[in-house]
């Protein structure tokens, strides 16, 4: 079945920087747009951002553009997403998730995996 | 676009039956809505998507309806595994795409 493991998160200070990484099995990765998305008790669940199947399309978040960098690697099946100038807005639990279309990306979630923590905090 | 869902709670007992809305502040584009359902300590499931598409694996008992700014996600004969909290979501071919707030279906 389907699997998509993150991993990466933990306690930063603000201002620093934190790369999260999913890896998933089971899966066509490479046919899939591949999503960031996070979820807080006060903001609930929040897009962050995706990238196309191929890489070539990045789209982010007002909150986290500029800030926040989304790639992939087809061969080794797994997302990542690298986050600079952390503040304490982007503490949450950060989900990876499939689109439900092949080669597109429509926001809609498919997959999920179990989630990473990001807690920043002076 | 924004999303409302109500109620925030609704409390019912098991074998009944559950209606949650979500309304939008604008017209959802083709029907472009998904529903998810979300238990503690887990991540979100997709429900249905396109308003009314059941994703796979989703029991029939779940049905979901609406169209322009009104939608529906209806849970018949609650079972104990329905209890959970459910969003709704606005997609579309571009980003960004939005979540509502969520209603909580609670034992009663």
């Known amino acids: 079945q389907v699997q998509l493991v993150e991993s990466g998160g933990g306690a930063v200070q603000p201002g620093r920087s934190l790369t999260l990484s999913c890896v998933a099995s089971?899966?066509?990765?490479?046919?899939?747009?591949m999503h960031w998305v996070r979820q807080s008790p006060n903001k609930g669940l929040e897009w962050v951002a995706v990238?196309?199947?191929?890489?070539?399309?990045?789209f982010y978040a007002d909150s986290v553009q500029g800030r926040f960098t989304i790639s992939r690697d087809n061969s080794r099946n797994t997302l990542y997403l690298q986050m600079n100038s952390l503040t304490t807005e982007d503490t949450a639990l950060y989900y990876c998730?499939?689109?439900?279309?092949?080669?597109?990306?429509?926001?809609?979630?498919?997959?999920w995996g179990q989630g990473t923590p990001v807690s920043v905090s002076s | 676009t924004v999303l409302a869902q109500f109620p925030g709670t609704l409390s019912v007992s098991p074998g009944e039956s559950a209606t949650l809305s979500c309304r939008a502040s604008?017209?959802?584009?083709?029907?472009?809505l998904a529903w998810y359902q979300q238990k503690p300590g887990q991540a979100p499931r997709l429900l249905f998507y396109?308003?009314?598409s059941r994703a796979v694996g989703i029991p029939d008992r779940f049905s979901a309806s609406g169209s322009g700014t009104d939608f529906t996600l209806t849970i018949s004969r609650l079972e104990p595994e329905d209890f959970a909290v459910y969003f709704c979501?606005?997609?579309?071919?571009?980003?960004?795409?939005?979540f509502g707030q969520g209603t909580k279906v609670e034992i009663k």
């Open positions: 998730a499939s689109d439900l279309y092949s080669k597109s990306s429509w926001g809609v979630f498919e997959y």
């Open positions: 089971a899966f066509n990765f490479n046919l899939y747009g």
């Open positions: 990238i196309s199947y191929d890489g070539r399309n990045r």
């Open positions: 604008h017209t959802v584009t083709n029907n472009y």
């Open positions: 396109g308003a009314s």
């Open positions: 979501q606005k997609y579309s071919a571009l980003p960004p795409w939005t």
